[in-house]
């Protein structure tokens, strides 16, 4: 037998909800005033040990940067990671305080900095009550890129990323880091071969710790990583390229061979020379053109430690 409705026939919404499971609402019998709810999370007893982190992670919100390449004000993503210590004798943290100030703060024409964090996680730590705050915050920088030859213009993007923590002491730690994409050419298959190399594309990871007193009014630092490491590729990579472009682009890379290994150590070198720089950490990724794995390497240095 047909069981199926006619178009015209269905039941009522109210009907089918209920055909699929809806029940009727049950008794209230809780306080919906705030003040009268229990708060667990505020709770203070003996929990057994301090946590290192209690937070939130993967919030995407829209934010506006600056830059000193084109376009200087672009709107973006950010995807934003906030947290903070606490103690041992407090159950847990305020969660919807962290989404309230970020709000708060786009409302007021946030502009991602690391000023703006350093300020953000200074209210932070006061709206938590807790000794320390961090944040962290992930986004897609782009720039124009200009071919070699033709000047003609397009659009590159990098990824970048700030992470600043604060504490009572009124200490700031500002970690920022960019991963970008340049061309590297093999040495040993221009060296062996009678002609021609293969050629990689290459995933350049920078992540560095800045001083205390960097100014990013006078620098940008997403600039500073981004040419620490096309600099010292084989390559940089173009949106646009018409034939007298991919012609230079070529023989640059063919006169500029590059292993993993040669990028780390270029691209930490750049990075010891600039002061404002205390830690970094390097890591090149090589998508190999004539195998099915990927060549890595990478190199940590602190500079304070040396």
Known sequence: MDNSYNLKQLPTKEERHKLFGSVPPGPRTKPHEKEKMKDLQNTKQN??????????????????????????????????????????????????????????????????????????????????????????????????RKAPYTDMAGMNHADAWIHVRYDEQDHHQVTVGLSGKVTTLCPCSKEISEYSAHNQRGNMKMEVELAEDFDESQ??????????AESNASARIHPVLKRPDEKMVTEQAYENPRFVEDMVRLVAADLYELDMIEKFYVQCVNEESIHLHDAVASITYDKRKK
Not at 68 to 97: C, H, L, W
């Open 219 to 228: 620098t940008d630092w997403k600039v500073l990583l981004l040419e620490a």
């Open 47 to 144: 929990f057994l040990f301090e946590l290192d982190a209690v937070g939130i992670s993967n919030v995407k919100h829209p934010i506006k940067i600056a830059s000193s390449m084109t376009p200087e004000t672009q709107t973006t993503i950010g995807t934003f990671y906030f947290a903070s210590s606490i103690s041992q004798d407090s159950k847990g943290t305020n969660m919807s305080r962290f989404t309230e100030q970020l709000h708060h703060y786009h409302s007021e024409g946030f502009t991602l900095s690391i000023e703006s964090l350093k300020q953000f996680t200074r209210d932070l730590k006061d709206r938590l009550e807790q000794k320390d705050a961090e944040v962290k915050v992930e986004f897609p920088w782009f720039f124009e």
